[in-house]
């Protein structure tokens, strides 16, 4: 699930899929005898072991449980630690994190099974390659947790690093085993890592102009909240400048739900087709003709209907089926006004006005486009498609799709759901 989480996000904003072995230049294990188990080096990801702790990229950051933690010196001119490690603390990071224990890349000692061997992690396991690849050398002891993850084309090779800080204890091997550590409550051992699998398991990731614009806005937000907070406490004692204050609340107010709503509908496209979601890649306009053609506004129409006599939902038009964003340019209206007026009057003369409250519209900006966000409500009474004079046509959602019913399924269905309001 988190590997098409990934994709989808990727397909969506244009990215390739990466992984840390393609932005990382080195991977460093925790020494003993340094007080934060790391030397600080510039550009570090600090990487937990368990996801009950926080990626970091400050050394001070990773306090005394040090020993399940690993240092990634990443490359400057592909990631910045400080977004990768906020990435790795947002949700979709830590659905990563909980995946690599899933998959058993990362073996806790309580779950270890000890009739088979486990892998470890060496110190040195990673140095950098000179042409700007990451590659793997040293005695990794990968003995059969390797996934399906894993890049089978990497090599594993090279001579054994002069100084092993994994302690072999009887059939068990663990990261700094025997040396004088805290370690977190209720775990006695340390954990074995698959850091193959690990480091090749996939990432979404934007590229590095972007990751430093989002720290950037980032810090704004943390500005902002704080000014915010200090209005609120001014207003409570001294309400001075109150209406110069209000006006510009409103703007930001504005502003943000502006964001949100992008945010928002992307999510939405993000999940995929359901029962309380679809798309149209247009309102009126046949993609293949290039001409207006009332069996898409009928699609369209048959849709909301659904929605109404079914427990409502979301129609986003502008939106291919595969979730590309099209935006309502192909419609082929002067303006956006005209586009409005159109549907308005597609809801007027073939569903009534008397069900307008329950449509909610609005257009909405995706990705430097417009597409068109309509919202249904649950309707009290069956509601009809009325697509001639003398013809009337009713809707219901099933699964992703808008299905007609016609005699005695449509009695049975209005009377168990509307006590029998036609």
């Known amino acids: 699930m988190v590997e098409k989480e990934i994709d989808s996000l990727c397909n969506q904003y244009g990215l390739k899929p990466t992984s840390l072995s393609d932005l990382m230049l080195k991977v460093n294990f925790p020494e003993p005898d340094l007080e934060y188990g790391f030397a600080e080096k510039e550009n570090s990801l600090y990487l937990p072991l368990y996801e009950e702790l926080n990626?970091?990229?400050?050394?001070?950051?990773?306090?005394?449980n040090f020993q399940v933690y690993i240092q990634l010196i990443l490359d400057p001119e592909k990631a910045s630690s400080e977004y990768l490690a906020d990435f790795f603390n947002n949700p979709l990071g830590l659905k990563i994190?909980?995946?690599?224990e899933a998959r058993g890349f990362i073996?806790?000692?309580?779950?270890?099974?000890?009739?088979?061997?486990?892998a470890v992690i060496s110190k040195g396991s990673a140095l950098h390659d000179i042409s700007g690849n990451s590659s793997f050398s040293g005695e990794s002891g990968f003995s059969g947790i390797i996934s399906s993850l894993a890049a089978n084309d990497r090599e594993f090779s090279g001579e054994a690093p002069d100084e092993n800080?994994?302690?072999?204890?009887?059939?068990?091997?663990?990261?700094?085993?025997?040396?004088?550590?805290?370690?977190?409550?209720?775990?006695?051992?340390?954990?074995?890592?698959?850091?193959?699998?690990?480091?090749?398991?996939?990432?979404?990731?934007?590229?590095?102009?972007?990751?430093?614009?989002?720290?950037?806005?980032?810090?704004?937000?943390r500005e902002l909240i704080s000014q915010l907070n200090l209005f609120e406490c001014r207003l409570s004692t001294y309400p001075k400048s109150i209406t110069h204050i209000r006006r510009n609340l409103e703007l930001i107010r504005e502003a943000v739900k502006l964001a949100n709503d992008s945010d928002y509908i992307l999510e939405l496209i993000r999940r995929g087709?359901?029962?309380?979601?679809?798309?149209?890649?247009?309102?009126?306009i046949n993609l293949i003709t290039?001409?207006?053609?009332?069996?898409?506004?009928?699609?369209?129409?048959?849709?909301?209907?659904?929605?109404?006599?079914?427990?409502?939902?979301?129609l986003l038009i502008g939106v291919?089926?595969?979730?590309?964003?099209?935006?309502?340019?192909?419609?082929?209206?002067?303006?956006?006004?005209?586009?409005?007026?159109?549907?308005?009057q597609l809801i007027k003369q073939n569903i009534g006005l008397?069900?307008?409250?329950?449509?909610?519209?609005?257009?909405?900006h995706v990705n430097g486009k417009k597409i068109m966000e309509i919202e249904c409500r649950r309707s009290d009474e069956a509601v009809f498609l009325k697509p001639a004079k003398n013809d009337e046509e009713f809707y219901i959602r099933i699964g992703p799709s808008s299905e007609r019913l016609t005699g005695s399924k449509l009695i049975e269905y209005v009377n168990r759901h509307y006590n029998g309001k036609l």
């Open 55 to 64: 990626a970091t990229s400050s050394l001070s950051g990773v306090g005394g």
């Open 107 to 118: 073996l806790r000692p309580e779950i270890r099974e000890s009739e088979e061997p486990v």
């Open 97 to 100: 994190r909980k995946a690599w």
């Open 165 to 221: 800080i994994c302690a072999e204890t009887g059939e068990n091997t663990s990261v700094l085993s025997g040396a004088d550590v805290s370690l977190l409550p209720g775990i006695s051992s340390l954990p074995d890592v698959d850091l193959s699998s690990l480091t090749h398991s996939k990432l979404y990731l934007p590229d590095l102009p972007v990751q430093l614009e989002t720290l950037k806005i980032k810090d704004i937000t």
């Open 320 to 344: 291919s089926n595969s979730g590309e964003v099209l935006g309502i340019k192909n419609d082929d209206f002067p303006n956006e006004d005209k586009f409005l007026l159109h549907f308005k």
């Open 354 to 364: 008397d069900y307008a409250p329950m449509i909610e519209y609005a257009l909405v």
């Open 290 to 314: 290039g001409k207006p053609d009332w069996n898409i506004e009928h699609a369209v129409l048959k849709t909301i209907v659904a929605y109404l006599n079914t427990d409502g939902g979301v």
């Open 273 to 284: 087709e359901s029962k309380k979601l679809e798309f149209k890649s247009t309102l009126r």
